[in-house]
């Protein structure tokens, strides 16, 4: 299937600072992409759609100056935390939609685990 | 918006026997049911799809068969293997463009007894 890349798999920082994770697809554009975020034992929960080279939609409870989302290009997607707390700890992943076809399946990245202390 | 509830939160099962995974959904919209498999600290990745405009789909040891009327399809892994254990999640969503997001359901660890 296709591939979707995230970076850092894992990052550890300190209260107050700012964290980007990047989400790339290695083999197609996607004009699409998704960020959803995973506590322990949960399902995945939506926070936004990132559209390229328009401003991402939010979902409802999902605060925009805390998670900004920017889709510079058809291959790369960031998701920036900013002024992280330990509450903002958790696992997130992002998805991107396959442009070919008509489902337009989603492929996941592996996900990045953020640990704010 | 679409609901998707997801039985059993949990499952053991024999390795070689074989698992039943349901899922329901409310949206009679969803049109696009998708399955994935989350192994310990990745991704989803997916495993198999399928349309409202079949019944059943199967690829070698995995199917999925869709309930349309009901509203509700399941995943069938069959001959399990030790390698099938993880967390699988159901997912639904309309195929229409500019609704793209989709709902998942909440869950399903799979473990397989060797």
């Known amino acids: 299937g296709a591939v979707v890349s995230q970076h850092p798999s894992r990052v550890i920082c300190k209260s107050g600072t700012s964290v980007k994770i990047e989400c790339r697809s290695l083999?197609?554009?996607?004009?699409?992409m998704f960020w959803y975020r995973q506590f322990p034992k949960q399902s995945l929960m939506l926070m936004a759609t990132?559209?390229?080279?328009?401003?991402?939609?939010?979902e409802q409870g999902v605060e925009k100056d805390k998670f900004l989302i920017n889709h510079a290009s058809l291959t790369l997607s960031t998701l920036t935390v900013t002024s992280a707390h330990p509450e903002d700890s958790s696992f997130y992943i992002c998805?991107?939609?396959?442009?070919?076809?008509?489902?337009?399946?989603?492929?996941f990245g592996e996900g990045s685990r953020l640990t704010v202390l | 918006g679409e609901n998707v509830e997801q039985h059993p939160s949990t499952l053991s099962v024999q390795e070689g026997d074989s698992a039943v995974i349901k899922c329901t959904y409310s949206d009679s919209a969803s049109n696009y049911f998708p399955w994935y498999k989350q192994e310990l600290g990745k991704g989803p990745q997916l495993i198999i799809d399928?349309?409202?405009?079949?019944g059943e789909k199967k690829d070698q040891r995995i199917a999925v068969t869709l309930n349309k009327t009901a509203k509700h399809f399941s995943l069938h892994i069959t001959e399990t293997q030790p390698e099938d254990s993880a967390v699988y999640f159901c997912a639904a969503r309309p195929l229409n463009f500019g609704n793209e997001k989709l709902t998942f359901g909440t869950g399903t660890r799979l473990t397989i007894i060797p």
């Open positions: 990132s559209n390229e080279g328009s401003k991402a939609t939010y």
């Open positions: 399928i349309r409202s405009n079949v």
């Open positions: 083999d197609f554009q996607a004009t699409t």
């Open positions: 998805s991107a939609k396959w442009p070919g076809g008509s489902t337009g399946e989603l492929f």
